[in-house]
């Protein structure tokens, strides 16, 4: 996906209240050692909720609760990104068979072939169940998270359907078949022949085919997706081509139950009968159910909790780091009437990067289970994607540094105090365009509650941006919240700084890690409106560069700080109950393969 940013996954499980042999309940059988059936239970991270359900999502609803946990639970995307300790497309898991990819007077036509897929009332998964997706984005494309102005769908010439199971896509663009990948791995089949129309009691048709139908079709289903009491009933979510089919939902919670879906057509190796997906208040809440009565099946380590490993082993469970693909960060507003000035200054910007001490946090906070930003492309697990330039960090833990940048550009330095600005203007030597003498350097930090280690960091970013005399004013508030309010706003009442505790996952959508939603001027998910014509130009580069496009882009953003660089933290410490098989190894895109689970005696 072109993704949207918030993805603090830190998957937990509650479980039956009793022991997992009982969990996976007493119909279970053995079969060559496995049990036959039984329910797994997993749990989101505090704050993390399901609470959109159609396959379209809007860009402050795409977290990982409403994508891995739901969505891809019940609609699969056409291709697949990630899998067992991998990153890069995995036609395994796709819908589709490798796209024929050629070129023609700068277009780019990219010939798909599905696989026999399955909904689960029976009928097959079409070429216009792929188009049916496509139609509706075009109408709606403002609301889609993914949208990024001049990319998929307004970079698309043609739609043609060649046979029920075999299409072509024409892109206006000429670009290279790894980045083209970023753009098809967008599109998700959706059941034409059950949603195509415009109210609850009209008949299916073939309104897509039309603007204004399209739009109706779209309207209806969003008007549908708001009624979260209907999740489990409506009879549009039931049919699905996933390998799970949701059976119940508590829309005050989010806590969801699901039961494989029998006409599933992909791979399943496992044995597993139902899911349920809960969510805590807390680590602390989690932890305390992890270790009490054994009933998590898959359930997380908190990270402040991590020298706790040996009392979760005894417990039965395997306990194994889940790193992840992608970066973490704090947002600035550079929109903000009275921090956008400031955040537009790039000595500033270094000088916030130099007091933000990576290596520190994991070590302290994160307890050895991260892995530092230095740019927009993620360094572990190491890919082909990194250049050379983004492996050493440009801006390392340094106050006296970031203490002497402030100074020569004309500001007080007041350590434990509030640096002013004494020399105001536009020169070399001077705060700033827009900086205004007596200008100081307090700045407000909105930040996502519930998760100990974003509490540790913030605090020490108060500290140590305090001994620079840049003074942090923090503001607490669920993760749910922080992260909806990380879009563009331009009014003084404004938030300044946003950090929910993640950033960036590539995944899904992406096979090549191109962040222009994130740092393009008009990116979609730009929530601090950060804008370079340097950087526009190089994202433009992106889908026909190749690796050296790439290179040059993320070389650049690493130096230019549209975002403070924070450590990417593993997805989580995972516990899994021994008695859980085919969990191992983790996908570092996020993604989870339940299907493939089982309970064994």
């Known amino acids: 996906m072109a993704r949207k940013h918030a993805r603090a996954l830190a998957i937990a499980g509650l479980g039956c209240l009793l022991v997992l042999a009982a969990c996976s309940g007493g119909q279970s059988t053995s079969t060559g050692g496995r049990a036959k059936g039984g329910t797994a239970t997993i749990a989101l991270s505090p704050g993390d909720q399901f609470n959109w359900i159609f396959p379209m999502l809007s860009y402050e609803y795409a977290t990982g609760a409403n994508i891995e946990y739901s969505e891809y639970l019940m609609w699969r995307p056409l291709y697949w990104f990630g899998g067992p300790g991998t990153v ?10 490798p796209a024929t990819v050629t070129h023609s007077g700068g277009k780019t036509i990219a010939t798909i072939q599905l696989k026999p897929y399955r909904w689960s009332d029976g009928a097959p998964v079409t070429s216009r169940d792929v188009q049916f997706w496509f139609d509706l984005l075009k109408v709606s494309k403002e609301n889609w998270w993914g949208y990024v102005p001049g990319e998929i769908p307004d970079n698309v010439s043609e739609f043609k359907i ?43 048709g073939n309104y897509d085919l039309t603007t204004a139908g399209a739009k109706a079709v779209y309207q209806y289903l969003a008007n549908q997706n708001k009624d979260l009491s209907t999740y489990a009933t409506n009879p549009l979510w039931q049919v699905v081509d996933g390998p799970w089919k949701l059976t119940s939902y508590a829309a005050s ?32 809440a989690e932890f305390d159910s992890l270790l009490s009565a054994g009933g998590i099946s898959y359930g997380y380590l908190p990270f402040n909790d991590a020298a706790e490993v040996s009392r979760v082993t005894s417990d039965g469970y395997k306990v194994q780091a889940w790193p992840a693909w992608g970066i973490t960060y704090v947002s600035m507003n550079f929109a903000s009437p009275q921090a956008g000035p400031i955040f537009k200054q790039l000595y500033i910007r270094q000088a916030m990067q130099h007091l933000i001490n990576q290596s520190g946090y994991i070590s302290a906070f994160l307890h050895g289970y991260g892995d530092p930003s230095y740019g927009p492309v993620p360094l572990e697990p190491s890919s082909k994607f990194v250049s050379p330039q983004q492996m050493d960090n440009p801006y390392p833990y340094a106050p006296k540094q970031a203490t002497a940048l402030l100074s020569a550009h004309g500001w007080k330095v007041v350590p434990s105090g509030t ?27 909105e930040y996502s509650t519930g998760v100990q280690a974003v509490n540790e960091e913030v605090a020490a970013l108060e500290s140590t941006f305090s001994q620079a005399g840049i003074q942090l004013s923090l503001h607490g508030a669920p993760f749910s919240t922080v992260v909806a309010d990380d879009i563009p706003c331009t009014k003084s009442s404004c938030w300044q700084l946003n950090y929910y505790g993640q950033g960036w996952y590539f995944d899904p959508g992406y096979n090549d890690p191109d962040g222009s939603v994130l740092f393009a001027s008009k990116g979609v998910d730009n929530g601090g409106l950060y804008s370079s014509t340097t950087a526009n130009s190089l994202i433009n580069k992106l889908p026909s560069g190749g690796y050296p496009a790439l290179y040059s882009y993320e070389n650049y953003l690493a130096k230019q700080l549209p975002v403070l660089w924070m450590p990417q933290l593993d997805t989580q410490i995972s516990a899994v109950n021994s008695k859980l098989g085919g969990v191992f190894p983790q996908d570092p895109l996020g993604n989870i393969y339940p299907e493939n689970w089982y309970f064994v005696r």
Not at 88 to 97: E, M, P, R, V
């Open 419 to 445: 640096d002013v600005c004494t020399r105001p203007g536009s020169s070399a030597t001077e705060c700033g365009p827009g900086i205004a003498a007596g200008t100081k350097l307090s700045l407000s930090l």
């Open 162 to 204: 060649l046979s029920p199971s075999k299409f072509v896509i024409t892109f206006t663009g000429d670009y290279s078949t790894t980045w083209l990948y970023n753009e098809l791995g967008q599109l998700i089949p959706i059941p034409q022949q059950a949603w195509d129309k415009e109210s609850a009691t009209g008949k299916i």
């Open 88 to 97: 890069g497309l995995d036609i395994k898991y796709s819908l589709a068979d």
């Open 253 to 284: 919670t989010g806590d969801a139950s699901y039961v494989r879906n029998t006409k599933y057509s992909g791979p399943a190796t496992g044995s597993l009968h139902g899911l349920r997906i809960i969510s805590y208040t807390s680590d602390a």
